[in-house]
């Protein structure tokens, strides 16, 4: 069995499971999203084109999109582990949430006959989900990317309210003995 981490103190600290939980789940987007442009990397660019959003000198740079998002997607494995609350960790999950949140600001500038054609070019799953509302793929698109925010916050400031409780905690049952 795995030794508990203590605090000088002697006490077990607390096993930061919900945040541990939502880092885990935005490593899994990010794999499932590279393996998608890695796989099709030929089809991920051809989508990019069609949105007719950037220039066209930045379309190289899309071959190292579905690489990239791999390579976030191996440095939150260690966020998820022993980096949680440390520099590293937060700013790996700063950098995952920028780009979520950038992505997002691209897709608003795509039109929308262009999206509902063309999907945005993430995952192929997610492209074929259909509302049955105008503008569905922008707004299935849109709730998961403010999913995917809303996890990256929880993981940001989860073990910092978590640890306040601790200490809080703590601080009570000193004063009680």
């Keep these: 069995m795995r030794d508990e981490p203590i605090n000088p103190d002697g006490v077990a600290l607390p096993k930061m499971i919900v ?94 006959a262009v999206l509902l054609a063309t999907g945005c070019g993430c995952l192929k799953a997610i492209d074929r989900i259909h509302t049955g509302m105008d503008g569905d793929v922008r707004t299935v698109r849109m709730v998961i990317n403010g999913t995917l925010v809303l996890l990256h916050l929880i993981a940001l400031f989860g073990p910092g309210s978590i640890m306040r409780a601790h200490r809080k905690k703590l601080a009570a049952a000193e004063a009680d003995a």
């Design 19 to 112: 945040p541990r939980v939502c880092v885990g789940l935005i490593l899994l987007m990010w794999v499932a999203a590279g393996l998608s442009k890695v796989r099709d990397i030929s089809d991920f660019v051809n989508t990019v084109e069609q949105h007719n959003v950037l220039p066209q000198e930045l379309f190289g740079l899309m071959w190292w999109v579905g690489p990239g998002e791999l390579v976030l997607g191996l440095m939150l494995v260690f966020v998820m582990g022993s980096e949680l609350t440390k520099f590293f960790g937060r700013a790996v999950l700063l950098l995952s949430m920028s780009a979520i949140i950038a992505f997002s600001y691209y897709l608003w500038l795509v039109d929308d």
